[in-house]
Nanobody, 125 residues
Framework: QVQLVESGGGLVQAGGSLRLSCAAS????????MGWFRQAPGKEREFVAS????????SYADSVKGRFTISRDNAKNMSYLQMNSLKPEDTAVYYC??????????????????WGQGTQVTVSS
């Protein structure tokens, strides 16, 4: 019912920055919480950040606190992940996700209903 498309991934040197974007399409009458996840080769998909529909609540994985910022623009049906001070260990495929749990932040993959196709982020040493 909801389609999500990520963009903004690429190759960046350690210490650099990238901004990922997630465009949502389809029915817009419902409220959704938004999240970002990542998966490195040979590893499980892990939570990165989430934000409530209103933007009033956010949550971050300990590994990215102070470096990444999640935001959204509901008028544009967009979600963003600003990534600063990137490290080689941030290298992964990053996924945008939407959850019908909109009033509180959620970091469990099973609670997200819609997923994007992923965008590759590679951080060189």
């Amino acid at each position: 019912q909801v389609q999500l498309v990520e963009s903004g991934g690429g190759l960046v040197q350690a210490g650099g920055s990238l901004r990922l974007s997630c465009a949502a399409s389809g029915p817009t009458f419902r409220r959704y919480g938004m999240g970002w996840f990542r998966q490195a080769p040979g590893k499980e998909r892990e939570f990165v950040a989430s934000i409530t529909y209103s933007g009033g609540g956010t949550s971050y994985a300990d590994s990215v606190k102070g470096r990444f910022t999640i935001s959204r623009d509901n008028a544009k049906n967009m979600s963003y992940l600003q990534m600063n001070s990137l490290k080689p260990e941030d290298t992964a495929v990053y996924y945008c996700a939407a959850s019908t749990i909109f009033s509180v932040v959620v970091q469990t993959t099973s609670r997200y209903d819609y997923w994007g196709q992923g965008t590759q982020v590679t951080v060189s040493s």
